[in-house]
């Protein structure tokens, strides 16, 4: 069986230097140990590879102007490997939009997409692109960062659940399962408002 979580997410890679793939797969391989070690799979080895996209005409953006032939796009994999072979993979793509890119990959929605080569194989996706366009410039701006906003909820509802934790290092292999929680004030009216009444 094969397990891959593949993240797709827009922007950004003009606004932020990436030092490199050995510094970002410090904190993205954590996740294929995790995967493994809760799959009960030892890993012999690891794999990385970095690959870039150039522009293919002048992209503007909130940051003005990318010429051609500048990167717009760069990908990154990182895999866990059983014989030589990758069984555990994430990927992170970052790109200044869909187009005008070369190359073009395969971009099926904005958020992730989780892919288990088993049997049965599963293909669970994630989008995290909201429905409606907000007129609000604070609520535009809040909405760029997804991929952070979904990393700091992460953070924010583990706090219970790692302050009864015993001590020592816990991953989600030992946390309880995280979830948010709704508090008993009344949410403000907008998308973020909505909830499911029984």
Known sequence: MKYRVIQ????????????????LGAGFRQSVDMVAAGMKIELDGYDAKHEVA??????????????PGTVA??????SGLVK????????????????HLDPQWPFPFDGW?????????????????????SSDPAEQAYRQDHGIIATAMHLVNAIPY???????IQTYLELPMI???????EPAVGPRARRTRE
């Open 84 to 99: 030589g072979e990758a069984v555990i993979s994430t990927r992170v793509t970052w790109v200044m939009g869909h187009d």
């Open 73 to 78: 796009g760069q990908r990154f994999t990182w």
């Open 113 to 133: 997409l989780i892919a288990i080569d088993g049997d049965p194989p599963v293909r669970c996706r994630l989008s995290t692109k909201w429905p409606e366009a």
């Open 162 to 168: 790692v302050c009864a934790a015993p001590p020592g």
């Open 179 to 185: 979830a948010g929680r709704l508090t008993g004030r």
């Open 54 to 67: 150039l522009a293919t005409a002048p992209i503007t953006g909130r940051f003005g102007t990318m010429a």
């Open 8 to 23: 797709w997410a827009t922007g950004n890679v003009g606004k932020h230097a990436v030092r490199g793939i050995d510094f």
